[in-house]
């Protein structure tokens, strides 16, 4: 059997229902969906806005204000446990981390948080402060991920980490260089979160650039491909073996990211 996680920045949930969305999951299926940008509490949603219902749904919102952040996990494989948060509450009040566990295999939604943007209004010190708290997240994950591994877990970690990590992974690296997403900082502490044994899974199979899953809402950047790779599966090195294809899925609609898939032979939840 193959087992196939699929995860999306939908940009809102409820927006992205209305342009589609459950029409991807019925023609899709993944077996695991991990949604993040979700900016919804699950009683404001519709009864229209719930996957199929041969899917469990699992939830993990902002406690800090409504409309904003939040993650979800979707799955039709019933997990054995489900954890929210990542231990540490001035990340877990933001809704950025929600995991699922099928056996041996840990599957983690996760939003890291944005930086700043060029165009930010605010002050330089709110822009350092905001960094921070990003860069402070990563090394939270890290030590997450290491206590995973340390229980003897394979660990699929999958969502939105706000970072290019090579310069293959935007289109523009050299106008982008003090740019937040792209900063030198950013990019060593996703080297410092794959020295945690972890590996990007689309990299396994795709070597070239010109490959991304988020693009600025900008007229014609979509167009014409002016994107950034921001979304992710980083899986434990001992998946790499059960990895049978990665792939994005850039003409899905719906939000400014688009899903980002892998399969994964279904006995890496049982293999030690």
């Known amino acids: 059997m193959t087992l196939t996680i699929a995860t999306w920045n939908v940009n809102g949930l409820r927006s992205a229902y209305r342009k589609g969305f459950r029409s991807y999951i019925e023609r899709n299926k993944p077996h695991v969906l991990c949604l993040q940008e979700i900016r919804v509490d699950p009683d ?3 009864d229209a806005m719930h996957p199929p219902p041969d899917y469990y749904e699992f939830y993990a ?3 800090v204000r409504k ?39 840990s599957v983690v939604s996760v939003y890291c948080p944005k930086g700043y943007s060029p165009d930010d209004s605010r002050n330089d010190s709110t822009k350092v402060e905001r960094l921070q708290y990003k860069l402070a997240f990563y090394d939270e994950l890290g030590r997450y991920v290491r206590r995973l591994h340390r229980s003897e877990r394979h660990v699929v970690l999958s969502g939105d980490f706000n970072t290019a990590h090579r310069e293959i992974d935007l289109a523009r ?33 795709v070597h070239e650039g010109g490959h991304y899953t988020w693009w600025s809402q900008r007229r014609g950047a979509r167009e014409r491909n002016i994107g950034w790779r921001i979304d992710y599966h980083l899986v434990s090195e001992s998946l790499v073996p059960f990895l049978q294809n990665a792939y994005i899925q850039p003409e899905v609609g719906g939000s400014d990211h688009c899903p980002v898939v892998i399969e994964l032979d279904a006995r890496a939840m049982t293999s030690t």
């Open 67 to 105: 409309g904003y952040s939040g993650v979800a996990v979707y799955s039709r494989v019933k997990p054995d446990a489900v954890f929210e948060g990542i231990g540490s509450e001035q990340f877990d009040r933001e809704g950025r981390l929600l995991r699922v566990d099928f056996g041996l295999l």
């Open 173 to 205: 690296p050299k106008e982008n260089e003090r740019t937040s997403g792209f900063l030198p900082e950013e990019r060593v502490a996703f080297d410092r979160l794959l020295t945690t044994g972890l590996v990007d899974a689309f990299r396994v199979f």
């Open 44 to 46: 404001q949603l519709d």
């Open 61 to 63: 919102p902002s406690r």
